[in-house]
């Protein structure tokens, strides 16, 4: 069975990833209604962006928490600089792309981050969080 | 000597944007960790509580470095 820890992950990476689809089709619509195909392919690629990069979080706390309290911090920060360099390599490669609209990328990554920081914000408060688990 | 235009510098501005988006988040998580585990010291059978708080702060936190980190999408 699995952990309420686990099922409060478990629901925040189903909701952010069904929040990103709806938001990678709005943003899609509207990048397509931009500026065309490249439109549309900046906004897929803004809200994959930010749910691979919002997820990752989120998992490297559920598996961390499986560790020792060590190795816990070091997978959380290890991937927190992970992803960041990840990021920054993205954004470099991306950047001088000729098929990037860069307004509708970067409308699509902060839409796509702020909804899954919101829906993560509820989860998170809705959650009923044992102090103690037994093993 | 042109006493006007003492030390010079070349380069893209931007570059210490992406710079300051990085260095507060950085900040900032270090922060959220660093009573994190204080807490847990404090109160080791609180620690998967903790944990799950942190990643909510830690969340918040790093929205603004990819925030700040996909800005050059649009200050070219």
Do not use: C, H
């Amino acid at each position: 069975m699995s952990s309420p820890i686990e099922k409060l992950f478990a629901t925040i990476l189903k909701q952010g990833a069904l929040l990103i689809a709806l938001i990678a089709a709005a943003g899609g619509l509207i990048g397509y209604l931009v500026a065309s195909t490249n439109g549309l392919v900046s906004a897929l690629i803004g809200a994959a962006m930010a749910f691979v990069f919002v997820s990752m979080t989120a998992l490297s706390v559920l598996f961390g928490g499986k560790l020792s309290l060590g190795g816990f911090f070091g997978v959380v920060l290890g991937g927190w600089i992970v992803k960041l360099l990840g990021f920054i390599a993205l954004v470099a490669t991306l950047r001088g792309a000729d098929f990037i609209v860069g307004p509708v990328l970067f409308g699509s990554v902060v839409v796509s981050i702020l909804g899954s920081l919101a829906l993560d914000a509820v989860a998170f408060t809705k959650a009923r969080i044992p102090t103690f688990e037994p093993k | 000597m042109d006493v006007n235009n003492i030390a010079e510098l070349s380069g893209n501005i931007a570059v210490v944007g992406y710079g300051l988006a990085a260095i507060g988040p950085g900040i900032g998580v270090g922060l959220v960790v660093s009573k994190t585990i204080e807490s847990i010291a404090r109160q080791p059978e609180l620690a998967s509580k903790l944990q799950v708080t942190m990643w909510l702060g830690i969340a918040f936190t790093e929205a603004l470095a990819l925030i700040g980190l996909a800005t050059p999408f649009i200050f070219v």
